[in-house]
């Protein structure tokens, strides 16, 4: 196991940005930095020993300081949407900026991988670690309570990724962090993933209204182009006239995952046929957002020029259901006043 750390570029205020590589005994690697504690590459090899790097990103600093797409990015303090871009906590509404629509999408507009953060690399008995911390001030993107946020990436000799969010806040307050990669298992720079295939442990799904609010039903898969049940290429049902598909122009859902929360266990994989590289995604959260880069554009050039666009990749979104906070029957992203929210998500990468 090896840790690297190597200089990635400047901020307007000269402010230095560091890129860390972390690479295991059979050369599988992940690179992040520390603007945003962004997870900018991951090199795995196919069944014929090649390596390729399956996560969309980009080669400068400038490129990551817009990020429209959010490429690599650990999303909190809410992922997803909140519907009327407001929350409402012991009694007191909190305002948040409507920044997709009528609702508020990832926090957003000030997100925290616009964000420096501290780093701490380490080498455990588990593998190469980096532990990325950020103080989060009250009323921070609108949420209330201060609160100390830390997201852990640990590359082990399985060729896993382990993903940690940790947070504590002084005031009650809501705690919902994802990583927004998208993966793409022929490489970063490859044609459109229809033909690669998934599998997500989800029975049912949370339908969504026309601005991807769901409407509170929690709604079976079966028979339906939702069902992924059954390992099937991407591509097989997307195009069908079913009214999610149409509303999403492809899938970009909340799937409703077949565990107890809090039990780390599997909730997806995908499949390329073509380089054998399969990857497997676990997790201890309720949710999983599947969402098809169906508004990917060209805007900002990839890594090594590559241009990525429309359906180029996907993700693979573990969360709480989106617009938990207004949704009583969903689980809770709501965090108490001292208790530490701690959630582990795994990708872990194979080939057959």
Request: hydrophobic residues 35%.
């Given at each position: 196991?090896?840790?690297?750390?190597?200089?990635?570029?400047?901020?307007p205020?000269k402010?230095?940005?560091?890129?860390?590589?972390l690479?295991n005994?059979?050369?599988?690697?992940?690179s992040?930095?520390?603007?945003?504690?962004?997870?900018?590459?991951?090199?795995?090899?196919g069944?014929?020993?090649?390596?390729?790097?399956?996560?969309?990103?980009y080669?400068d600093?400038?490129?990551?300081?817009?990020n429209?797409?959010h490429?690599?990015a650990?999303?909190?303090?809410?992922?997803?949407?909140?519907?009327?871009a407001?929350?409402?906590?012991?009694?007191?509404?909190?305002?948040?900026?409507?920044?997709?629509?009528?609702?508020?999408?990832?926090?957003?507009?000030?997100?925290?991988?616009?964000?420096?953060?501290?780093?701490?690399?380490?080498?455990?008995?588990?593998?190469?670690r980096?532990?990325?911390?950020?103080?989060?001030?009250?009323?921070d993107?609108?949420?209330?309570?201060n609160?100390r946020?830390?997201?852990?990436?640990?590359?082990?000799e399985d060729?896993?990724?382990?993903?940690?969010?940790?947070?504590?806040?002084d005031a009650?307050?809501?705690?919902?962090?994802?990583?927004?990669?998208?993966?793409?298992?022929?490489g970063?720079?490859?044609?459109?993933i229809?033909?690669?295939?998934?599998?997500?442990?989800?029975?049912?799904y949370t339908?969504a209204?026309?601005?991807?609010?769901?409407?509170?039903?929690?709604?079976?898969?079966?028979?339906?182009?939702?069902?992924?049940?059954e390992?099937?290429?991407?591509?097989?049902?997307i195009?069908?006239?079913?009214?999610?598909?149409?509303?999403?122009?492809?899938?970009?859902?909340?799937?409703?995952l077949?565990?107890?929360?809090?039990?780390?266990?599997l909730?997806?994989?995908?499949?390329?046929?073509?380089?054998?590289?399969?990857m497997?995604?676990?997790?201890?959260?309720?949710?999983m957002?599947?969402?098809?880069?169906?508004?990917?554009?060209?805007?900002?050039?990839?890594?090594?020029?590559?241009?990525?666009?429309?359906?180029?990749?996907?993700?693979?979104?573990?969360?709480?259901?989106?617009?938990?906070?207004?949704k009583p029957q969903?689980?809770?992203?709501?965090?108490?006043?001292?208790?530490?929210?701690?959630?582990?998500?795994v990708?872990?990468?194979?080939?057959?």
């Open positions: 196991m090896a840790i690297l750390k190597e200089l990635f570029g400047n901020m205020d402010t230095e940005v560091y890129k860390y590589t690479t005994g059979h050369g599988v690697s992940a992040f930095i520390t603007l945003g504690a962004v997870w900018v590459s991951m090199l795995v090899p069944r014929d020993g090649q390596m390729a790097d399956v996560v969309l990103g080669d600093l400038d490129s990551y300081l817009k429209p797409p490429f690599g650990p999303i909190g303090r809410n992922a997803n949407r909140i519907g009327g407001v929350i409402t906590i012991d009694g007191k509404d909190y305002p948040l900026e409507a920044n997709n629509g009528p609702n508020n999408l990832h926090s957003g507009p000030d997100f925290y991988h616009s964000r420096l953060w501290d780093c701490q690399a380490s080498e455990t008995v588990e593998g190469s980096l532990d990325f911390s950020l103080e989060s001030p009250d009323g993107q609108g949420y209330p309570g609160a946020i830390t997201v852990s990436y640990l590359l082990t060729d896993s990724l382990k993903l940690e969010y940790r947070m504590v806040s009650d307050t809501v705690a919902n962090f994802t990583n927004h990669s998208y993966f793409n298992l022929a970063h720079g490859r044609p459109d229809l033909k690669q295939q998934v599998w997500i442990n989800a029975s049912h339908p209204d026309e601005v991807s609010i769901p409407t509170g039903e929690i709604a079976p898969v079966a028979g339906t182009p939702m069902d992924f049940t390992m099937k290429e991407i591509g097989r049902d195009g069908e006239p079913f009214e999610a598909l149409v509303l999403g122009k492809g899938y970009d859902h909340n799937w409703v077949d565990h107890p929360e809090g039990e780390l266990s909730a997806a994989k995908a499949y390329d046929p073509e380089s054998g590289r399969m497997e995604v676990y997790t201890d959260l309720p949710g957002q599947f969402y098809t880069a169906n508004f990917l554009t060209d805007e900002l050039p990839g890594k090594g020029g590559a241009v990525y666009g429309y359906r180029h990749a996907y993700c693979f979104e573990t969360q709480y259901y989106p617009d938990a906070v207004h969903f689980p809770s992203p709501l965090l108490k006043a001292g208790d530490t929210c701690h959630t582990v998500t990708y872990k990468f194979t080939t057959e």
